[in-house]
């Protein structure tokens, strides 16, 4: 039907300033969001292969401890949501603590930061490793050097700052197209299946089998609280815009990351894809099951490893932007060495990368280059942080006589609790933790030393619009 042409509404039509706005404005959000989710969406590829490892391969138990995830990381990111309100301007949990129980207790969600970055960095680079080892297995010998070489690639990127921004963003989008292909072949026409038996029988409760397994493969949350600081670098946006554009990006990363976890979950049940060899990773034998060894299989390799790359990518410019806004400037002191806050003409901070790089190299190294050897881990001091937070917002919520809210606080953060001990119940992981109280303990020490500056609260705001 042809609709009759009539004037437009001048009431209706914005200036041209505000048409141009829009479109620029989407293809930010576009950047923004997928850049900063790639940490998360590319936690998919170990940690459901984390969980099933600590199920001994009982494929019947692997979706309702993955539904069991998913479900926490609704709860961790329903709380990034409410700091996003209150902190339109960036600051995360850091900001939500310093406010919420005053200054000294900022330090420790940022030693929680500092090592989750360490690790970040460490975990993604040697699972693009084994993505590329999976591939072409004859490089499985040369996979230290490779996962060495890969690192120094990455690092080195770094020199150029934050140009790699859309170019991130591109991989996350690129994964996840290829993974929704990957998964409608496995679903109607899968090349083949796997030999891992199913089992209801995991020799326990299958409820403790879940509970106790669930907390390894909480790796999946890493990356949650990354929208509620990374919205300081939009000092273009007014404070409005800047929530839309937190809450519109933890918004897709629950629908992505939960998506992708669950279906990829299902589809290694269907094809009894269980426990990989030493060559290999499960998300990448569900794929050869589902695409066979052709074009799809390689492209899927390939941009789960430049998507694993651009995670490390992203934990190098955030580690190092935030010891140089603990390094200070003129005109905002800091409590570590100014050397710290030396910068390029990309505004990188080449001395903080430098201890960065030495940092995740001794990781790599340690783990014999294996991304399973760190999942454990990873899944500590990251729940620090999402701790303090959940802690801090309900006690805001009880200030403000937010009942409902305050109580809803409080049991996601007994939730966060549960899973924060049962993993530190494993033994090594108690260094994650212990790295973490030994960094707060040296930045709330050196903070006193200095004359207890002002601001750092904001240091993680400050780090990102830095």
């Known amino acids: 039907m042809t609709l009759p042409k009539t004037a437009p509404d001048v009431a209706a039509v914005p200036p041209v300033a ?12 576009f950047a923004f969001a997928f850049a900063v989710i790639a940490d998360p969406v590319s936690s998919v590829a170990y940690a459901i292969e984390a969980a099933l490892r600590a199920l001994h391969g009982d494929l019947a138990l692997l979706l309702p401890t993955m539904s069991l995830v998913v479900g926490l990381v609704v709860v961790v990111t329903a709380n990034y949501w409410q700091l996003v309100r209150r902190f339109p301007k960036g600051g995360g949990a850091a900001a939500a603590a310093g406010r919420a129980f005053g200054p ?4 420790l969600p940022i030693g929680a930061l500092v090592v989750d970055f360490v690790l970040t960095i460490g975990i993604s680079i040697a699972a693009a490793a084994s993505a590329v080892i999976a591939l072409f297995p004859g490089l499985a010998p040369l996979r230290i050097p490779l996962a060495l070489v890969l690192l120094v690639v990455v690092a080195g990127l770094t020199w150029f700052g934050h140009g790699g921004r859309l170019l991130f963003a591109v991989m996350t989008v690129a994964f996840v197209v290829i993974s929704v292909a990957v998964l409608v072949l496995g679903f109607t026409a899968p090349h083949a299946t796997g030999h891992a038996a199913t089992t209801a029988d995991p020799g326990r409760s299958a409820m403790l089998a879940v509970v106790l397994a669930f907390p390894v493969a909480m790796a999946l949350a890493t990356g949650v609280e990354a929208p509620s600081t990374a919205i300081a670098q ?3 946006l007014d404070d409005t815009h800047r929530r839309r554009f937190g809450r519109g990006t933890l918004a897709l990363l629950v629908v992505i990351v939960g998506g992708l976890t669950l279906a990829l979950t299902a589809l290694a049940v269907r094809l009894h894809i269980g426990i990989p060899g030493t060559d290999s990773t499960q998300i990448a034998d569900i794929a050869h099951a589902a695409a066979g060894p052709g074009r799809l299989y390689g492209a899927f390799q390939l941009t789960s490893s430049l998507l694993l790359l651009a995670a490390a990518s992203s934990s190098f410019q955030a580690g190092p932007g935030l010891l140089k806004a603990l390094a200070g400037t003129d005109g905002r002191p800091g409590v570590l060495p100014p050397v710290l806050g030396r910068a390029n003409r990309h505004h990188t901070p ?4 430098v201890v960065y790089l030495a940092a995740a190299a001794l990781i790599v190294v340690a783990s014999a280059g294996q991304e399973q050897e760190l999942v454990l881990f990873y899944a500590v001091a990251v729940f620090v942080s999402f701790l303090v937070g959940l802690v801090a917002m309900a006690r805001f919520a009880r200030r403000e006589n937010r009942t409902v809210l305050a109580w809803i606080n ?3 953060a007994a939730a966060v609790a549960f899973t924060l001990g049962v993993n530190l119940l494993r033994g090594w992981p108690m260094l994650s933790l212990a790295a973490t109280l030994l960094i707060a303990g040296g930045l709330y020490t050196r903070w006193t030393r200095a004359g207890r500056p002002t601001g750092m609260e904001d240091v993680e705001a400050h780090a990102e619009a830095d």
Request: aromatic share 20%; hydrophobic share 40%; net charge positive.
């Open 234 to 236: 939009l000092g273009q």
């Open 104 to 107: 000294r207790w900022t330090f």
């Open 410 to 412: 409080s049991l996601a």
């Open 18 to 29: 505000v048409r141009r706005r829009g479109p620029r404005r989407s293809v930010l959000f």
């Open 350 to 353: 080449y001395w903080s990368v």
